[in-house]
């Protein structure tokens, strides 16, 4: 079992930066993915950006060049997101694939209006 805790969303202007947070507790050793996940009102859930063991992170083509994915340490990982857009609006979730399982955190808002 994992759980997830999602931190660091907000409000933000157009072209500013947030930084996402996400911890897992339980069973992190066995984690072998983790990924951020958005969800815009009335649009299906994107995968954002990914990032497992030793090899290089993705990206969806939306926030390439903008958003950076990072392990902290281990049960780990932050998005931090530069020169945001208002299509940035949304639920962010983070996730971790640990036993064939994914799991989910309860999401954080994220918020990008002047």
């Known amino acids: 079992q994992v759980q997830l805790v999602e931190s660091g969303g907000g409000l933000a202007q157009p072209g500013g930066s947030l930084r996402l947070s996400c911890a897992a507790s339980g069973s992190i050793s066995s984690i072998y993915v983790m990924s951020w996940y958005r969800q815009a009102p009335g649009k299906q859930r994107e995968l954002v950006a990914s990032?497992?063991?030793?090899?290089?992170p993705t990206y969806a083509n939306s926030v390439k060049g903008r958003f950076t994915i990072s392990r902290d340490g281990e049960g780990t990982v932050s998005l931090q997101m530069n020169s945001l857009k208002r299509e940035d609006t949304a639920v962010y979730y983070c996730?971790?694939?640990?036993?064939?399982?994914?799991?989910w955190g309860k999401g954080t808002q994220v918020t990008i209006s002047s």
């Open positions: 996730t971790a694939g640990s036993g064939g399982i994914l799991y």
């Open positions: 990032t497992s063991g030793g090899g290089t």
